[in-house]
């Protein structure tokens, strides 16, 4: 069965550094989406991403974040400058149509120090 | 604005239990989808079931079965007879439709159900 597939599983990373999150969405899926989730808390919105252009994006979604899709397959989430509060599990997901079900990933657990 | 509320933060039950966890949306939108996610204790969100505002007649699945209320904003979830592989966060969420956007999820807070042997 596809599945949405997240690397790394896990990552430590001192605060100030860059991070890229990566993920590769199920194939023939169109929108994508980054999510976190706060050890112990709810899952939220980051950025939605459709015809290669950020659809809609939160408040937390600021000037540090942005996400690309660089060559058709790879859906990345990179982090300019890391800060203490960006530790969480990232949750990369994707779905095929509008009034469908997003598919998640296994997630990728941040750790900033 | 829109709004998910899943008022039990933990549940414990004894196995073979029926159980239901409650959900309570709000949104002003009246094209929307429901959603439940299972979140097991190793980390993935594993999509549960998804139903949309027009549809209100419930679905039962095997030992899972959900109620949709339009007139109380409800989107209950009952596992029946659980099992400790029941054992997870689940976690209810609402989308509003937006044109060719796809659409954000907006998660309630989970509830932890703890199945005990």
């Known amino acids: 069965e596809p599945e949405v597939t997240q690397t790394p599983s896990h990552q430590v990373t001192q605060m100030g550094q860059e991070v890229i999150l990566r993920c590769v969405p199920i194939?023939?899926?169109?929108?994508f989406y980054w999510y976190r989730q706060i050890l112990g808390q709810k899952v939220e919105f980051l950025v939605s991403?459709?015809?290669?252009?950020?659809?809609?994006k939160s408040e937390i979604f600021d000037d540090q974040f942005s996400v690309e899709r660089p060559d058709g397959s790879n859906f990345t989430l990179k982090i300019r400058s890391t800060k203490l509060e960006d530790s969480a599990m990232y949750f990369c997901?994707?779905?095929?149509?509008?009034?469908?079900?997003?598919?998640f990933g296994q997630g990728t657990r941040l750790t900033v120090v | 604005a829109q709004k998910v509320t899943q008022a039990q933060t933990e549940i414990s039950v004894v196995e073979k239990e029926d159980v239901t966890l409650d959900c309570v949306y709000e949104?002003?939108?009246?094209?929307?989808?429901l959603f439940w996610y299972k979140q097991p204790p190793s980390g993935e969100l594993v999509f549960l079931i998804r139903?949309?505002?027009?549809?209100?007649q419930n679905e039962i699945s095997g030992r899972y079965s959900w109620n949709f209320q339009k007139s109380t904003s409800s989107f209950n979830f009952t596992i029946t007879a659980s099992q400790v592989v029941d054992s997870a966060v689940y976690f209810c969420?609402?989308?509003?439709?937006?044109?060719?956007?796809?659409?954000?999820?907006?998660f309630g807070q989970g509830t932890e159900l703890s199945v005990k042997p």
């Open positions: 194939s023939n899926h169109l929108y």
């Open positions: 991403f459709y015809n290669n252009e950020i659809s809609e």
């Open positions: 969420a609402l989308r509003v439709m937006l044109y060719n956007q796809g659409g954000k999820l907006i």
């Open positions: 139903r949309n505002s027009f549809d209100e």
């Open positions: 997901a994707s779905q095929d149509r509008e009034n469908t079900e997003a598919f």
């Open positions: 949104t002003r939108d009246t094209t929307y989808y």
